[in-house]
């Protein structure tokens, strides 16, 4: 089993930048494939970015694509989303999520996730 604790959430302004951190704990990030998911006030979870068992595929949302960047170190077991050009609309609580097969876009297959962290932009 494996614990996941996110953190670099915060304020920014539109047209910032921020660097989301997973920090896995108890397996190593090589045995899951990852995802970011991300829920708005009064909206349903919805899929943001996921990323392979190795690393070397990695899948987006649309209205993230160009702007995210989703990555593993495996040497800190950590995973990251990079997110440049943030807009007021990415206002979310962010999760990390992590299964033991495929990387899939829907929250439901996903196993383990961890408790959020708030990323705030203003306009």
């Known amino acids: 089993q494996v614990q996941l604790v996110e953190s670099g959430g915060g304020l920014v302004q539109a047209g910032g930048s921020l660097r989301l951190s997973c920090a896995a704990s108890?397996?190593?990030?090589?045995?899951?494939?990852m995802g970011w998911f991300r829920q708005a006030p009064g909206k349903e979870r919805e899929f943001v970015a996921v990323?392979?068992?190795?690393?070397?595929?990695?899948d987006y949302a649309d209205s993230v694509k160009g702007r995210f960047t989703i990555s593993k170190d495996y040497d800190k077991n950590t995973m990251y989303l990079t997110m440049n050009g943030l807009k007021p609309e990415d206002t979310a609580v962010y999760y990390c999520?992590?299964?033991?097969?495929?990387?899939?876009?829907?929250?439901?297959?996903?196993?383990?996730w961890g408790q959020g962290t708030q990323v705030t932009v203003s306009s």
């Open positions: 108890g397996r190593t990030l090589r045995s899951y494939a």
């Open positions: 999520a992590a299964r033991r097969s495929g990387a899939l876009t829907t929250t439901d297959a996903y196993d383990y």
């Open positions: 990323i392979n068992w190795s690393g070397g595929s990695t």
